[in-house]
């Protein structure tokens, strides 16, 4: 027996590759599926079953695909109900792969269908709970994300969630590893460790949410404490997921189309497109096509994405660093941005070469800052989360997190400078980008953040105060 954590780090996200005897099963793959076949043909095996926990709302899976691959079935647990064709597996059954078998358990709560899958070894013994968006390793699924399509409230997910946990997953033994959809970053929960493996037994004594004398009402009051939305194409994704989805091959193919310097500007207006530049912060503020939105793909890149631009049939066109087109096209199909029309050939520099007007952006260093900054007369937003400006903040600062910018972009008063900074510039050029694109000049943007104005002897907040209201 083998089993395999395939952790894609951009996602926060775990899918499970298992083999036994000649036999394979995988736990929500993700979109392409190349990783998973080249396995199976290197470790001879045949893939028998596709486990889902879920439908997931922040990445896409590729379960389909992967199934009309290799011809393995497609499983997912009680009240799932897709497009396809798939197994509907009741609570408690089991599926053989080789010598071990994979126990079915209805874990209801982050959403109806959630489904847990517990591995018994070769003697029939407990071995691995792979827990989906049910239980992390330190925290538990969010119970918020499928009110509307369960016709219920967040409370009465949470109190069915509280029930899961403690009837189907902390009956088990303390010696079962824990092998979590997700850790820390990912917005399907609030509180997950850095770990991505655990055991029962430690997170009986570790994970708030499973403490022995917790009450389901206070059970309720902690998870659903402090959740903040959900990015807005978390339901376009679990859509996506639910009825099938173009192939990535597809998608890949039309990503990587090459669009010359001459023809871009043209095309991205004929399709409406977005121009995505995915270069560093540094190098998109020299330069840049105008109107282009930066999103580093060094950073979290596909949740911005996703947080930000929303609306996944959105045509998107690309600038980026040479030799990253294919991997910007594949981190994009990750979370359901599919429309991709090409990419910029030869990059920026290509774009400047053939002599086209270019854009960028007014950046300063932390110590040039500190010279022009006057407290209680400059005006200094910060985008970084709300918990880290709580942390510590330049006196006096704004707090407007970057994640809710299309809310906060209409107090900005056209007419009145501003600085505006993130912890290390990877976030501040973002909201720098969108907004230039949007009309806005009147800022000059901070390089290197917080982290780097924290050495300078501009005065700062070090304790937990209440957040100020940018107004117009």
């Not at 007007?357 to 900054?373: H, L, M, N, Y």
């Not at 008063?413 to 969108?434: L, T, V």
């Amino acid at each position: 027996m083998k089993i395999e954590q395939i952790y894609t780090g951009c996602l926060a996200q775990g899918a499970y590759y298992i083999t036994s005897n000649g036999e394979a099963a995988i736990i929500d793959p993700l979109r392409e599926t190349q990783p998973y076949t080249d396995r199976l043909k290197n470790d001879n095996v045949k893939l028998k079953y596709i486990f889902e926990t879920h439908f997931h709302a922040d990445f896409v899976s590729g379960h389909v695909d992967l199934g009309k691959q290799t011809g393995a079935s497609v499983v997912y647990g009680p009240n799932a109900a897709p497009d396809f064709e798939f197994i509907s597996a009741k609570d408690n059954q089991e599926f053989s792969i080789g010598n071990i078998k994979i126990k079915v358990l209805h874990t209801p709560g982050h959403t109806m269908e959630s489904t847990s899958y517990l591995l018994l070894d070769e003697n029939g013994k407990d071995h691995a709970l792979f827990s989906g968006d049910t239980l992390f390793i330190g925290d538990v699924g969010r119970p918020d994300l499928a009110q509307k399509a369960a016709s219920m409230t967040q409370d009465d997910l949470a109190g069915i969630l509280y029930h899961s946990l403690r009837d189907k997953i902390m009956t088990l033994a303390d010696d079962v590893i824990v092998y979590p959809a997700h850790g820390a970053g990912s917005a399907c929960g609030k509180n997950m460790s850095k770990e991505t493996v655990s055991t029962i037994g430690e997170q009986k004594e570790k994970n708030y949410a499973l403490r022995a004398d917790m009450t389901e009402a206070e059970f309720i009051a902690e998870v659903t404490d402090g959740l903040l939305p959900p990015p807005a194409y978390f339901g376009m994704n679990v859509a996506m997921n639910k009825s099938g989805i173009e192939s990535f091959d597809t998608v890949l193919n039309n990503g990587m189309r090459a669009i010359y310097a001459s023809e871009f500007e043209v095309v991205a207006q004929e399709t409406g497109a977005l121009i995505l530049d995915t270069r560093s912060n540094v190098d998109f503020a020299k330069g840049y096509v105008p109107q282009s939105i930066n999103i580093g793909i060094a950073g979290d890149f596909a949740p911005w994405v996703g947080a930000l631009i929303g609306d996944v049939k959105q045509p998107i066109m690309l600038v980026t660093d040479a030799g990253k087109e294919e991997e910007t096209v594949t981190r994009l199909s990750r979370v359901g941005f599919d429309h991709l029309i090409g990419y910029l050939d030869g990059g920026y520099a290509s774009w400047t070469k053939a002599g086209f007007d270019s854009d960028k952006v007014t950046r300063i260093t932390p110590e040039q800052f500190a010279k022009e900054v006057k407290i209680g007369e400059s005006t200094v937003i910060d985008v970084r989360k709300e918990t880290e400006y709580k942390a510590e903040h330049v006196d006096e600062a704004f707090s407007k997190p970057l994640s809710s910018i299309n809310e906060w972009v209409k107090d900005i008063n056209p007419d009145e400078h501003f600085y505006m900074h993130c912890a290390g510039g990877y976030r501040s050029m973002i909201a720098a980008s969108i907004l230039q694109a949007r009309g806005y000049r009147n800022f000059t943007e901070v390089s290197g953040g917080f982290n780097e104005i924290a050495k300078t002897d501009v005065p700062k907040t070090n304790f937990v105060c209440q957040s100020k209201v940018l107004k117009a």
